[in-house]
Nanobody, 127 residues
Framework: QVHLVESGGGSVQSGGSLRLSCAASEGFYYYLGWFRQAPGKEREWVAVIDVDGSTSVADSVKGRFTISQDSAKTTQSLQMNSLRPEDTGMYYC???????????????????????WGQGTQVTVSS
């Protein structure tokens, strides 16, 4: 199990920006990602970054969200711009080392692709 700690959540008005970070320690992984869950809705995938630097983001956030990692590949960040009320939710960092690693850029990752989860950080976007 990878220990994951998120930070950077908060409240912002529509059109604003937030930057989430996730520090990973212990364990082994090939990729880190973000999911989000709005009240009463299922957890949905947002973005993923492989340790080789390749990235993928969900269509709903493409052009607004950018995922990156530091040179040590132990901290990943999610830069969220042009935020909308529908981006509101709990954001979870996740780590994985599954066999679908090289397919994640082509497919929509699922929760089953990740085996370690952070506690989550709340993002609230008001209109």
């Amino acid at each position: 199990q990878v220990h994951l700690v998120e930070s950077g959540g908060g409240s912002v008005q529509s059109g604003g920006s937030l930057r989430l970070s996730c520090a990973a320690s212990e364990g082994f992984y090939y990729y880190l990602g973000w999911f989000r869950q709005a009240p009463g809705k299922e957890r949905e995938w947002v973005a993923v970054i492989d340790v080789d630097g390749s990235t993928s983001v969900a269509d709903s956030v493409k052009g607004r969200f950018t995922i990156s990692q530091d040179s040590a590949k132990t901290t990943q960040s999610l830069q969220m711009n042009s935020l909308r009320p529908e981006d509101t939710g709990m954001y979870y960092c996740a780590a994985g080392k599954g066999w679908r690693r090289h397919l994640l850029r082509l497919l929509v990752p699922t929760r089953a692709d990740f085996d370690s989860w952070g506690q989550g950080t709340q993002v609230t976007v008001s209109s």
